[in-house]
T-cell receptor
Framework: GAVVSQHPSRVICKSGTSVKIECRSLDFQATTMFWYRQFPKQSLMLMATSNEGSKATYEQGVEKDKFLINHASLTLSTLTVTSAHPEDSSFYIC??????????FGEGSRLTVL | RKEVEQDPGPFNVPEGATVAFNCTYSNSASQSFFWYRQDCRKEPKLLMS???SGNEDGRFTAQLNRASQYISLLIRDSKLSDSATYLCVVTHYNNNDMRFGAGTRLTVKP
């Protein structure tokens, strides 16, 4: 089946630094990708919809200047957490739909901000 | 009130047991319904879609009740490998607007 890959799977950074997470669709093109955040024992929360070649659409309450999304190609979307703080520590997951409309998730990236 | 609500569990059942989860949703305009499985610290994976007529896939049966706005998942003959968190997912307006329940945690014990 289709594969969505995320990198890095784990990242630890100091407060105030920026972290970039990549999401790639490996065997299909994805004009739309989605970024979620999941805190422990809570549901996935959609942060933004990433659109190839145009600006991302952010969910209410998600700061677009803090969570920068770039979808420069049909197989790659990146999420940059700028000036990270400990409260940004979370599990970040991306997803994309294949040509059949089925949704596949990346493996997730666990961010820890010290 | 959350858009999608699930009993967080945990459900601890012996191997071979039958277990059922319910999920309620608040938006009557919801269009599509899914059950996803998420293993600890892993990404969610689609378990099955839920159709109005109900559907079955091996030991798993999913049902949709639009009038009462809930979906259910029944697992028969539970296996150890069924231990996971089961996420209820609802979409509305378009299939890009997905809302996730917090998940129901299942532990199947020998």
């Amino acid at each position: 089946g289709a594969v969505v890959s995320q990198h890095p799977s784990r990242v630890i950074c100091k407060s105030g630094t920026s972290v970039k997470i990549e999401c790639r669709s490996l065997d299909f093109q994805a004009t739309t990708m989605f970024w979620y955040r999941q805190f422990p024992k809570q549901s996935l929360m959609l942060m933004a919809t990433s659109n190839e070649g145009s600006k991302a659409t952010y969910e209410q309450g998600v700061e677009k200047d803090k969570f920068l999304i770039n979808h420069a190609s049909l197989t790659l979307s990146t999420l940059t957490v700028t000036s990270a703080h400990p409260e940004d520590s979370s599990f970040y997951i991306c997803s994309a739909r294949d040509q059949h409309g089925e949704l596949f998730f990346g493996e997730g990236s666990r961010l820890t901000v010290l | 009130r959350k858009e999608v609500e699930q009993d967080p569990g945990p459900f601890n059942v012996p191997e071979g047991a039958t277990v059922a989860f319910n999920c309620t949703y608040s938006n009557s305009a919801s269009q599509s319904f899914f059950w996803y499985r998420q293993d600890c610290r892993k990404e969610p994976k689609l378990l099955m879609s839920v159709y109005s007529s109900g559907n079955e896939d091996g030991r798993f049966t999913a049902q949709l009740n639009r009038a009462s706005q809930y979906i259910s998942l029944l697992i028969r003959d539970s296996k150890l490998s069924d231990s996971a968190t089961y996420l209820c997912v609802v979409t509305h307006y378009n299939n890009n607007d997905m809302r996730f329940g917090a998940g129901t945690r299942l532990t199947v014990k020998p």
